[in-house]
């Protein structure tokens, strides 16, 4: 379906599974088309329609004379059925009504137009355009113009009253309006569906916004390997193995791309336009990632830094797609869901959450306890808690962060696995969320707190700043240097921001100080996520590209 058109050949028009062989336009009737013998209309599946019309007119040529006088007739067939034959009459419009079948529902149909009464005629303009004895085909020239043809036009093709074909629109006859309309595609979600990570996050937040903007969707879980836990149950019921839309939208890091085929099979993405969903954290988009264009038609990616970053190498487009942020909020009391974590009821706290996989250095959790110590408010009724995710495999880091947490009065680790129910109590327990990220690509933890109402410190750089801003939360001052050393796929030289752990440390006594200030912020900030990462407003966006792709 989504196969790139060869190249063009004169009388034929290809926009996916349209197809128009055997149309031709001239200046003699430029709002219609004529056929020089026979043409041929592949039209797209007709879901819900019901009749189609088409539309046409006799025109007598003021060139024609001797055999050419006269109006050819035509006939008309749908999959090789005939269908009618039309008798035209010189200025008369001729039209014809075809009822749609069932099974053009999905494959549509092809429609074969062919002139009745132009033999001699066309064997007469053959024979001028390969005859050697110049002086007989001199006498027979005016044939090769074709016009007794030229007097049948085909104007307009229309299904329930709306235009599909306007052969006035020579260079694209095939209505967008109507492919937006009628050719709904729907969403292969490709991703960690049940991983305990953001990128597994990211594919269960779109398959929500997609089933809220009603569009069809599909939930495939990716078949790669996996570092984080599988415990994530929410779409267990809805996954399946096939991929039945259109369109295949895979949730993975770039350089996994190669391994798609690998695992799911060649034939996964035949036939299919993919989109890789991407999220990367810094300016440059690596290099060595290059190689990963070459599987997909279109990239998606969480925020506009990120395009940014992307877009700069991309030879195909990259379009913002946000992941949205709309979930049940905790019902229970700050008190009862403290009480369930083993957290204090009488304490300010500060929260901060991580996943360890995702590069502590860039995270920096040390600049969260840095800022905390400095505000010294441990002893004035404060505390700060840090969650970390996939503790498995990163030991060594988790052992850093508790020798960094171990001499600072009133902070609280906890490092088991919770599902996702159980981090949105997390977060509603907490006062206020602190992140002073070096970078990233969106920003789950920020949003979903501002989706709770909670005030937000965050550091003032890359994507969070597309929704977090002075007038919602409390960005903090940073400046930007280069990585001295590379960081797993984050390289040396790149540049990522480094925190003013005295502004935030400044912010944490403010909101400590003035709670009234913290309801005002959090208000502010589930307004802006309420509004711009819905799953309405998101599940929109995804409408409204899936429509351009359909009109192509």
């Not at 836990?229 to 399946?240: A, K, N, S, Y």
């Not at 880091?397 to 997390?426: C, D, G, H, M, W």
């Not at 990522?496 to 208000?523: I, K």
Request: net charge neutral.
């Amino acid at each position: 379906m989504f196969s790139p058109p060869s190249r063009a050949v004169p009388g034929t028009y290809v926009r996916g599974a349209v197809r128009c062989e055997g149309l031709f336009f001239d200046d003699f009737a430029p709002e219609s088309a004529w056929i020089r013998e026979r043409a041929r209309i592949d039209l797209p599946p007709l879901r819900d329609l019901k009749q189609l019309m088409l539309f046409g007119e006799g025109r007598a040529h003021p060139e024609v004379e001797g055999i050419e006088v006269g109006l050819p007739s035509l006939d008309i067939f749908a999959d090789n059925q005939r269908v009618a034959t039309i008798a035209v009459l010189d200025g008369q419009p001729w039209q014809l009504a075809i009822e749609v079948k069932p099974e053009w529902a999905a494959d549509g149909t092809t429609l074969s137009l062919r002139l009745r009464g132009v033999v001699r005629t066309n064997f007469l303009a053959w024979l001028a355009r390969v005859a050697e004895n110049k002086s007989a085909a001199d006498r027979i020239q005016r044939f090769r113009r074709q016009n007794k043809n030229r007097q049948l036009r085909v104007l307009r093709i229309e299904a329930d009253g709306k235009v599909m074909f306007d052969f006035a629109q020579r260079q694209g006859p095939y209505s967008p309006a109507f492919a937006r309309e009628h050719n709904r595609l729907g969403l292969n979600v490709v991703g960690f569906i049940t991983a305990d990570l953001g990128i597994g996050e990211s594919a269960r937040a779109m398959v929500r916004a997609a089933d809220a903007a009603q569009i069809p969707t599909a939930a495939v879980q990716l078949k790669l390997p996996c570092k984080s836990r599988l415990g994530d149950p929410t779409l267990v019921p809805f996954l399946q193995e096939t991929n039945p839309h259109a369109v295949n939208v895979f949730h993975l890091d770039a350089p996994a791309s190669r391994d798609i085929d690998t695992h799911h099979g060649k034939e996964f993405r035949a036939g299919k336009y993919n989109i890789g969903y991407w999220a990367w954290e810094l300016p440059e988009f690596p290099d060595a990632w290059l190689h990963a264009f070459n599987y997909f038609e279109e990239i998606w990616v969480p925020s506009e830094f990120v395009r940014e970053a992307v877009a700069a190498k991309s030879p195909l487009p990259v379009v913002t797609m946000p992941h949205s942020v709309e979930f049940s909020r905790p019902f229970a009391s700050t008190e009862e869901l403290r009480a369930s974590f083993g957290l204090p009821a009488d304490k300010y706290l500060f929260l901060f959450l991580y996943d360890l996989n995702s590069y502590s250095v860039r995270k920096n959790p040390q600049a969260v306890i840095e800022a905390y110590r400095r505000a010294q408010l441990d002893t004035r009724g404060a505390g700060l808690v840090v969650k970390v995710h996939s503790v498995f495999g990163n030991e060594a880091e988790l052992a850093a962060l508790q020798k960094a947490l171990a001499n600072v009065p009133n902070t609280f680790l906890i490092s088991e696995a919770l599902s996702r129910s159980r981090v949105y109590e997390l977060q509603a327990a907490c006062d206020c969320f602190i992140s002073l990220h070096r970078s990233e690509g969106f920003g789950f933890a920020v949003a979903e707190c501002m989706y709770l109402g909670k005030p937000v410190i965050a550091t003032d750089w890359s994507a969070t700043t597309e929704f977090l801003n002075p007038s919602n939360g409390a960005p903090i001052r940073a400046s930007i240097v280069a990585l001295e050393r590379s960081y797993g796929p984050y390289g040396q030289g790149q540049q990522w921001a480094n925190p003013d752990l005295d502004h935030a440390a400044e912010w944490m006594q403010r909101l400590f100080e003035d709670r009234a200030l913290g309801v005002r912020l959090g208000a502010a900030a589930q307004a802006t996520i309420e509004h711009d990462f819905s799953l309405a407003a998101i599940g929109a966006r995804y409408r409204r590209r899936l429509e351009a792709i359909a009109s192509w």
